[in-house]
């Protein structure tokens, strides 16, 4: 048998299936399963990537046989379409794509309205009755024959180029600005010119017979396979060169050749609330383009949609094609098992799908389509889950803008900037430049927003009081963006072309002066920075779970986020726990299905008003006696803190954490500030200044922190073992079950940890021993730096479990700090250095190294230490992947982020089973 | 044949030998071949290890015959010693030592006088007719007792000795406060005062039969074995239990019987000079202690070393007793070939020798005693490079303080404070508090202390005019300690006790207070900081090697340590370089024995009067054009540079690292400065603060400096290449054979390597390309952060070398600032949770596994990477050690630290062998 090398598709019937995407490539395939479906698909047919190869081997011959086939295929075609290839009465015209098995950019792309010349475009402008269409179909045809198959077009986007030259100039002489002002003359001037540059710079004339252009078409696309911009993607993806690539020749169909043509684009169910309805737009007389280009508003394509409009709606203006399209729909529905998008076009009276495709969707929709067809029986709850992007769950959770006041808001020119989205959702409100405002403003019932270049942990009380925070420096995990994200605040970072002047108290950008009390809206979905106010909406599943403000049989969107997180908590088997300081974040963390607490930072709770005195009194204190004096005063508060915390949590774990930052970080900065606290402790301003001074460092990050504080210090830890030994004794006696799990962070030797868990047991058994009670508690330490991953087979020796810190992690192995990176992260993803930000997604090549080699080391010590992390990446879901594919026991993140961790754990099991 | 048990030794005559050490420990083994060479040792026996052992597998109970065979023993030594044990007219006296294999804190030390009671005490007074001497042993002996036989002493320094108690009593009710004042019925009356305090704590008497006391001091050598101390210590250093103790037994001598008796010390040969001179001093009429008690003024063995002084020397006062130890002196260094350190007594006109050992030594000494023995044909070149502590180097080459000076100075109270030991010799000068007064002191030919609080790259001109550096802040490797050890500048860091005011320029330390001008003195060997003026002595390696004062002929230091040296470069297979800056310091590098330069810092040159504002513009510069032409202005002198230090080097190898500190490190911080700038630059103050804000770093370490400044502006890395390569060019044009390697800092991802060699490779074409002339270069990477260990192997996939850069690599593997450590370094070293600095020593368990890692994923890709180190580590012999031991092919240090590293070098290869 010879071998086939066309594989032709029409009618109802295709020579391929979806299965030979190797053999057809992607394109090609689905050009094949559209058809076989019965679906109204132009005809056409696939070359084979087989010729590809062989077009290689044999110096770039074709096949012996390939010339028959192509002249039969293009044959079946013209009978499928009613219509001849060159024919100058009523022309058959072909578009020519590239196709592999994957989408490849550097490849050449499409040619549209293959087979015109001055002959056939006569026929096509008296079968469309447009003589302006006909010509400009033929001008578009040159211009993108001379770029794609003869190489004119223009290699970078500095280049010129020398189709749009000519075009320019015309325009010019024609005195005007658009395309659609020249006329049939123009257009056919235009032509001419085209070919005459091309023959000047080519050498030959350009090519009126259509079978010419059709293998001139055809050579250029398997030359494109291995041009240098193809090949140099195919490296970096490691894309093997003998795939080859197919060639798709397809019949062209016209939405614009009179009354009875049209075209649209449709979805079967609502992307943006995935509600089950047919939803789509459409214009008559029209191509493709004019339906998203916006010059004309396109119409409903039902009356259920149509709702209170004046527009007609396809399914009045032709009734059948809608019934045919509704079946289509169904059709889709059944075959796919997903909503689909696709395109159609009808051409004198006669549908035609172009393409379908799952459709895009908001999260909202993904989770109701994909809920929705778990009811309907379409698919699985595996299938379901496996569909929903983690991501997508944000949505679900914060409030948003309103759309149309964001759209015209941005129309208008009010987008100030863009900067990174650090903490998702909308908020609006009052400009305010500093923590201590943001508290005043807040507290007589305004609505802040609290702008600053960056912010520090002093900012912390000011931060949970506005409705969101914006900075003009720092990345995705600077302080401003993790305290947001675990406060749940929409938060916007390094908005870089913000110049915010705390002097004058305004922010400059592109001209405009933003001042304080001026309103400003932030959108930590998508980074934008927009002057003046924009209504937000709040989010349903928050109004149900937090506010009840909503019952939960009122809401579709609880309904269906509370069914899918329950499918999703039945198939992980990895841990979600919360990374929660306080009683009300704890309790939020649980009703979003935390497991437990695998990260409360005891720091944060040191700045409330009362105890932050305590706390510098302890800081400043010249002796251990002064320290611990301090320390008695603190200890209640602590105690307290812990109590309440516990007693949100039940019987889940809360893993404490020792105290963690410098110092001098809890130390007045400002003047005034210093002033003050020296009048409280009794002595004189340059006194302080000076301690100030001594404690200063100059790396941070790298300095005097960590259990370093435990280790010179060790009443702090001793205080602080107390105070969560005595919170949970006397919960024990009130009948809970508190599970506390002491860690101490930025361990990076044996010897600290076994120094620092001998101060917490000893803290542990006079407690225990003083209040008659048992508890049940570990002590573990955190990994976060190299030192401690590089000799965990030691340090496990010493700790009952294993909290890796990615963050500072991240900091270390990289030697990047996150608050400085933002001075060369864009250069370092613009130039391909990072793929993503490391803070963000976890770096497997070197972070991930570390943090495996840590588990392999610790279980080879102790089989069955616990081991979780604990940084942010706890909470991304590729990151969360990673955490699964290595046997983490669990991940914990930021409470707003725990659903998506849920989710993604959940397929992660999946991925693993 | 029955087992032995107990070695006797005396008389010239042992039954053991040196190499017995297991059965007799160190002790027991040491003193049988002192007897069996013939030095006329005190008669004694050793009960060997086997006694321990079977003491505790048979429950505390001895071997059949040892009672025997101690009894035998006893009475040898009472044959050689003509004196009898528990004779009341002229009795034996004995002492009673633990020895274990290894010497080991925390088992029984000694008990001596052994044998005494209210009559033999009597037999004493009478034989020494001194009544005062003999209760004064009785009362010691019956102390020692009680404390180590019978466990009555202070368990640990804070416990109350009862002794001691009683003995103070005692002093009270006598009236002194000094026990020399207790007359002979005092120490009666302490005898009878201790026994009963004994007899009330132990229900038992004490002792009078001297074979119970024998008896009784045996076995608790033997308990003592098992203490918890001495378990605590073998756990900690991996000691078998089953090793056991050996139990020494020795007569008494006393050099205190009266005028023909003595004692005194000796050294083989001087141990300050090394010269080949027999040296030691003597009292006559004295016990061991009084030598060294510095009541007496002890007496010259000799004329030779009498010199000018009125005391009479050994050699004269007992000529026959001198012969013999001059003869003993020869026989101890034929036998044991080093000098020996050896303690004698003269009893009754006859000489005894109690101890011997090698000698301690200074630098000098151990260098010139070395090289000495060689010639002497004791030793061969590599025993004699063994020997050498390859810090002792230092000496050499530092000038030191007069040390009747610094010794009358420190008795005189002008120590103010002690600091860290950073860059060894000894300077004085007058203080300054800032860079600019150094300049300008310096100018007018003062010499100047700089003293800072801490350094920072702007002191660098007035840190290499200063005499030395002195700061209150900053650990072994801050700052100022690396600039000074590169520079070879005498330095101390960290003398945290001092205050230094900037705005009241004084130092006040110690209820003393130094201000502007005021002289001190710093020594960098021991970290002390005199007031006032100290006379210095400068090297004679560094008058002979660049002041041309001294010729080579005329210094046998510089002979011996050139000698040395020569022998090293032979023996060493890893190359060692130099890190130097500046053609001088190529130079010094040259002549102390470098094989090339293993890192120029390029950005030191930067910061020079001229450059330094050009820098600045680049900086403070817009756009890429305005860095363009900053740069176009630095490229003439960077290249002159280069030029001298290519010239310096010859053909020897120069690493060049492009720019490397954060950029914010070259702008003022300085008000006036900053004036002063913005008028240069002809913008506003204000502007220039705003941009100089703009560039501050939380962690600057960790910030954007490293090849990440090459990313974002790759016109630096071109303008730095290029003046390597035009440099390099010129003096090929000119016949000489640059060999230039330029690397890349803080790389951390191939991409990023790649990226930048893209740029020099360029560059270096361009320029070989205009000059017409080839450059034989390399390009490598340094590895200094976690990241490019763990991901090595890509990385060597652009590198054509490696080089560690163990500084940065120690900061981001522990999470520690060196310039912040500071701050708890201490409590780490004390607790020992550091062993050593890891800024000084490598340390093995996390840094150095990454730079084994990093050097086998190299070599995996690469098998013939060259791989070097260039952190300070480089410098430091044991961290040498560790490279060698990893196959480095080379190490490179500062130039005053290159003799030093050869010697490692050489000492690592021979291990290797």
Chains 1, 2 share one sequence.
């Not at 004309?296 to 259920?304: A, F, H, K, L, V």
């Not at 527009?311 to 098992?337: A, F, T």
């Not at 913000?498 to 933003?514: E, F, H, M, P």
Request: aromatic share 6%; with cysteine.
């Amino acid at each position: 048998m010879a071998a086939k090398y066309v594989y032709y598709f029409g009618g109802g019937k295709a020579d391929g299936r979806s299965e030979m995407q190797d053999l057809l490539g992607g394109k090609g395939a689905n050009l094949a399963e559209m058809t076989n479906i019965q679906l109204p698909v132009p005809a056409g047919f696939t070359i084979s990537t087989d010729v590809c190869t062989q077009f290689y081997q044999n110096d770039g011959h074709y096949p012996e046989s390939l010339e028959r086939e192509v002249e039969k295929a293009v044959e079946k075609i013209e009978k499928a379409m009613g219509r001849k290839f060159g024919d100058t009465k009523d022309p058959l015209l072909l578009s020519i794509r590239s196709g592999a098995r994957v989408s490849m950019p550097g490849m050449m792309d499409t040619v549209l309205n293959l087979g015109l010349n001055w002959e056939t475009v006569i026929g096509l402008a008296s079968k469309s009755g447009d003589d302006r269409f006909a010509f400009d179909c033929y001008r578009r045809f040159v211009q993108m024959y001379g770029d794609v198959v003869l190489g004119l077009g223009p290699e970078t986007k500095d280049d010129i180029d020398p189709f749009e030259e000519i075009l320019a100039a015309k325009k010019n002489e024609a005195g005007t600005e658009k395309d659609i002002d020249l006329g049939v003359d123009d257009l056919k001037d235009l032509v001419e010119r085209y070919k005459s540059m091309i023959r000047e710079r080519t050498g030959v004339e350009f090519p009126d017979n259509p079978k010419e252009q059709l293998w001139k078409a055809i050579g250029a696309v398997f030359h494109s396979w291995n041009n240098d911009r193809a090949n140099a993607y195919r490296k970096l993806n490691d894309i093997p060169g003998e795939w080859g690539t197919a060639v798709n020749v397809q019949s062209m169909v016209f939405g614009n050749l009179g009354d009875d043509s049209g075209t649209g684009v449709a979805f079967t169910r609502n992307p943006a609330t995935g509600e089950n309805a047919f939803y789509g737009e459409y214009l008559m007389k029209a191509q493709g383009e004019d339906v998203v280009a916006g010059i004309r508003t396109p119409q409903p394509i039902n009356t259920e949609q149509k709702g209170d409009s004046d527009l007609q709606s396809l399914e009045e203006e032709m009734p059948e094609i809608y019934r045919e399209l509704v079946e289509i729909r169904k059709k889709l529905e059944d075959h796919y098992g997903d909503m689909q998008d696709l395109e159609f076009t009808i051409q004198h009276g006669r549908l035609w799908i172009l393409q379908t495709r799952a459709g895009k969707r908001t999260g909202f929709a993904a989770i109701r389509i994909a809920v929705d067809m778990v009811r309907e029986g379409r698919i699985s709850k595996e299938e379901a889950l496996a569909r929903i992007e983690p991501e997508q769950l944000n949505q679900l959770l914060r409030p948003v803008f309103d759309p149309e006041e964001r759209r015209s808001a941005v129309i208008g020119g009010r987008l100030l900037a863009k900067g990174i989205n650090a903490g998702p959702g909308a908020a609006t409100g009052k400009v305010v430049f500093n923590a201590a405002d943001s508290e005043e403003w807040a507290g007589r019932g305004e609505e802040v927003i609290l702008v600053r270049i960056e912010t520090s942990p002093e900012d912390i009380r000011g931060m949970s009081v506005a409705s969101g925070i914006l900075t003009s420096m720092g990345g995705a995990t600077s302080h401003a963006a993790l305290v947001a994200r675990q406060m749940g605040k929409v938060c916007v970072v390094g908005a870089k072309d913000l110049r915010i002047d705390y002097k004058k108290r305004q922010i400059v950008a592109g001209g405009k002066t933003v001042n304080e009390g001026d309103f400003i809206s932030i959108d930590g979905i998508t980074g934008e920075v927009i002057e003046g106010r924009i209504d937000t909406r709040p989010s349903e599943v928050l109004q149900v779970l937090f506010d009840g403000t909503l019952h939960r049989d009122d809401s579709v969107v609880y309904k269906d986020f509370a069914e899918l997180m329950s499918w999703a908590a039945g198939i992980k088997t990895m841990g979600v726990r919360a990374n929660a300081d306080r009683p009300d974040q704890a309790s939020k963390a649980v009703a979003f299905g935390a497991e437990g607490i695998g990260l409360c930072r005891t720091e944060h709770m040191f700045f409330e008003e009362e105890r932050i005195d305590a706390f510098r009194e302890m800081i400043l204190a010249s002796d251990e006696e002064g320290r611990r004096a301090a320390l008695a005063k603190l200890l209640p508060m602590q105690k307290a803190d812990f109590k309440g915390i516990f007693e949100a949590m039940g019987d889940r774990p809360v893993t404490v954490r020792t105290l963690d930052p410098p110092l001098h970080e809890f130390l007045p900065h400002e003047d005034a500030e210093i002033e003050d606290l020296a009048g409280k402790m009794g002595i004189e301003k340059r006194q302080l200044e000076e301690k100030i001074g001594m404690l200063k460092e100059a790396n941070p990050m790298l300095g005097h922190r960590g259990c370093r504080l435990g280790i010179v210090y060790p009443e702090i830890t001793e205080m602080q073992a107390r105070a969560v030994f005595e919170a949970a004794c006397e919960l024990v006696k009130e009948g809970e079950n508190p599970k506390p799990e002491i860690m101490i962070p930025l361990v990076g030797d044996l010897r600290e940890l076994e120094l620092q868990v001998e101060v917490v047991r000893r803290a542990a058994e006079e407690v225990q021993k003083e209040m008659g009670v048992e508890i049940d508690f570990l002590v573990g330490t955190m990994i976060e730096i190299p030192r401690a991953a590089l000799t965990a087979d030691r340090i496990a020796a010493s700790a009952e479990f294993f909290s890796f810190g990615t963050n500072d992690l991240t900091q270390t192995t990289f030697g990047v700090s996150r608050d400085d990176a933002g001075k060369f992260l864009n250069d370092y993803i613009e130039k391909g250095i990072w793929k993503d930000d490391p803070f963000q997604r976890i770096d497997r090549d070197g972070v991930g190294e570390l943090v495996k080699m840590g588990v392999v080391k610790g279980r080879d010590t102790k089989p069955d230490l616990k081991v979780g992390i604990c940084g942010e990446h706890g909470g991304e879901p590729s990151s969360i992947m990673f955490c699964a594919e290595i046997g983490l026991d669990y991940v914990s993140c930021s409470p707003f982020r725990v659903p998506i961790a849920i989710i993604a754990a959940a397929q992660a099991a999946m991925k693993k089973a």
